[in-house]
């Protein structure tokens, strides 16, 4: 047994050993008076989620191997998350929590710090490599009232994780280093800022820099907000449209469909070196219910682009979001059209900290924006029967500038079909069952080359065990 299933089996049996003592404090204890009772009177960060992942992607590798297909991958991983923290004493709560991810096998490129794993070329990505680390450690001070203050290594997830997210989807999730504080001094209003200088992506590489986010939000009512943000970046090497800084030349390191971890998603020379911006919006979204059973969904966003402390100049894009649609019970239907734009074919707005996996497909062939930006209609449909909870997309993928296509120039990306199950088995235990599937239309790039978006479908069955 080698030492990443040992430490999964060691946490899991650690877990099941704590749960009476997890009962016993189900009763809601008095404050504590002394650090030992903080603990006794914490709560779990503790959970384990196996996941199998077969990808069938139709894309071409990067030269030399230009003229063969990708082989099926196949990942079979579990991710055992062992944490605590304490109740409030004396203002203060401690946090810690470690990750484990473990590789059953090895039919996958698991992409760790953001390299090709030696000699899985030949696969498509499936970014969940075998870690062990620190994942949350940091304290709360809450000594000023309505504030809420944290320090240290912390996951962190704004609005719709659109543009700030852990990428929790993934089973090693992105993490900050740094302060935030929160604050709810003003009825129906939450301010977040904070500052950080590291961040832990889900390759498991640790990027230094300096990330500050203001984000503001006044609550309309109980479903529905208006929140205006900022978000400040200045971190080497994780722009997205271009070629890390001193790094080797597009083509051999694009794999099709892109990561979107710091590597352009087309073979074109490095536009940007430095991809700093700042990014500033406004968002408007929520439900209004109009009757007994029927509600109404809208959401209206806006936001710029532009450079920040020596980024390109090409950085120069903006966002929009404009959608909606009604609810009946427990289920809904409704459409929407994101653009994230181009400045000229060279620059695509970026979200490089964002939880990209649940937008523009579940298929991940646009983490990172083409230079020719985006524009994505899509219908979402969700609804439950007994237990069951359904979901499915259809998104249907356009560019903002024309691209080369073969023979032609061409703005049809393809389209998508996103579907999923959950069924909560227990309080605990929940399984789900996911599908994407995308359809290439005009092909960006040539037959041969990187950055070709070819037919992609994903099967996923994930359960997960949660204390």
């Known amino acids: 047994m080698n030492r990443r299933l040992s430490i999964s089996v060691f946490s899991a049996l650690l877990a099941m050993w704590a749960l009476p003592a997890l009962a016993d404090e189900a009763a809601k204890p008095a404050p504590p008076e002394t650090l ?22 139709e894309a071409f590798q990067p ?51 953001n390299l090709s794993e030696p000699g899985k070329a030949n696969y498509p990505n499936i970014v969940d490599p075998g870690y062990t680390d620190i994942n949350q450690l940091y304290v709360d001070w809450t000594g000023i009232k309505n504030t809420k203050l944290r320090l240290g290594r912390q996951q962190l997830n704004l609005d719709n994780v659109r543009f700030i997210g852990d990428i929790g989807f993934r089973q090693n999730m992105q993490v900050f280093d740094g302060i935030s504080v929160l604050n709810k001094s003003i009825p129906d209003v939450e301010i977040f800022a ?39 970046v200045d971190v080497a090497n994780l722009g997205q449209n271009g070629q890390p800084a001193g790094g080797p030349s597009a083509a051999s390191y694009v794999v099709s469909g892109g990561n979107g971890l710091g590597a352009s998603q087309d073979s074109t020379p490095a536009a940007t070196t430095d991809a700093s911006s700042k990014t500033f919006g406004l968002r408007l979204d929520g439900a209004r219910k109009i009757s007994e059973d029927w509600k109404l969904h809208y959401t209206a966003e806006y ?45 695509a707005f970026q979200t490089p900290l964002g939880t990209n996996h649940l937008f523009q497909g579940w298929a991940d062939v646009f983490l990172a924006t083409p230079r020719q930006g985006m524009e994505d209609t899509f219908i979402t449909f969700s609804g439950s029967i007994e237990k069951a909870k359904l979901y499915a997309e259809y998104h249907i993928f356009k560019s903002d500038e024309k ?46 080359g990187a950055a070709r978006k070819g037919d992609k479908e994903i099967f996923w069955v994930t359960g997960m065990y949660t204390f």
């Open 36 to 57: 030992l009772e903080a603990i006794k009177q914490g709560k779990p960060m503790t959970s384990f989620r196996l996941r199998y992942e077969n990808v069938d992607q």
């Open 194 to 232: 904070a500052h950080f200088d590291k961040v832990r992506q889900i390759t498991t590489k640790l990027r230094d820099g300096n990330i500050d986010m203001v984000n503001a939000k006044y609550r309309i009512s109980p479903t529905e907000s208006l929140i205006g943000y900022g978000y400040f």
């Open 63 to 113: 030269a030399p191997n230009t003229a063969k297909k990708l082989d099926t991958g196949e990942a079979f991983t579990l991710r055992s998350l062992i944490g605590w923290q304490t109740a409030p004493f004396n203002n203060f709560s401690f946090a810690a929590q470690i990750t484990d991810v473990h590789e059953f096998n090895d039919s996958f490129n698991d992409r760790r710090n």
């Open 403 to 448: 691209y080369q296509s073969i023979g032609k120039l061409g703005d049809k990306y393809g389209t998508e079909l996103d579907v999923s199950v959950t069924y909560p088995f227990s309080k605990e235990l929940m399984g789900k069952v996911e599908y994407a599937k995308f359809n290439e239309s005009d092909v960006y790039g040539t037959l041969a």
């Open 303 to 347: 936001a710029k682009q532009d450079d920040y402390r020596g980024g390109s100049s090409l950085i120069d894009a903006h966002y929009f979001k404009l959608g909606g649609g009604a609810g009946y019970g427990a289920w809904s239907l409704r459409i929407d059209h994101e653009k994230l734009s181009s400045n000229n074919g060279k620059y």
